[in-house]
């Protein structure tokens, strides 16, 4: 079986962090999530309101890092949980449980950030720090040269033969 979800939206709101009985951290928070298409009477698209659990070391850094209106892109699976109302009615709720959550935009506002791929991870202490990036290749080029001096960084190819490779 498979069950693999894979998000990207904004934060509806701030994540709210809880602590079971137990002491285990979880985030939660709502992610708004645009349809591809759009709506053909009136021109806009439709937003997908998802709520998003996130556990342990994934649910504390969401609360940390994260915030109404960043993008975020989630990581996870679907759940369907039952549960029962104030009124004694059964509900059936469906949240999406985060194993990774992702920056989905840039640095904003010199707030940090920005997608890592071993950083942007939920599964780092709060206290580590980050080493800086490794430097580049002594030819940050890949053997092609540097760039024009004009500034453009495309070169032209020499051995263009004019076929193409499909």
């Excluded at 002491?23 to 992610?31: H, I």
């Amino acid at each position: 079986m498979l069950n693999r979800i894979i998000l990207m939206g904004r934060l509806a709101r701030d994540p709210e962090l809880r602590r079971t009985q137990a002491g285990v951290p979880v985030a939660s928070f709502r992610l708004a999530v645009d349809r591809d298409f759009r709506d053909k009477t009136t021109g806009e698209r439709a937003t997908d309101w998802i709520d998003v659990v996130a556990w342990r070391q994934t649910g504390e850094f969401v609360s940390r890092y994260f915030s109404k209106g960043r993008m975020a892109v989630v990581e996870g699976r679907l759940q369907m949980r039952d549960w029962t109302d104030k009124d004694g009615n059964r509900r059936i709720s469906a949240e999406v449980v985060a194993d990774n959550v992702y920056f989905g935009d840039s640095k904003r506002d010199g707030d940090g950030g920005g997608y890592s791929p071993s950083y942007g991870q939920g599964s780092f202490s709060q206290d580590r720090s980050y080493p800086a990036p490794p430097a580049p290749a002594t030819d940050p080029f890949g053997g092609y040269g540097a760039p024009p001096a004009d500034g453009d960084q495309f070169a032209e190819l020499s051995t263009d033969d004019g076929d193409l490779p499909f």
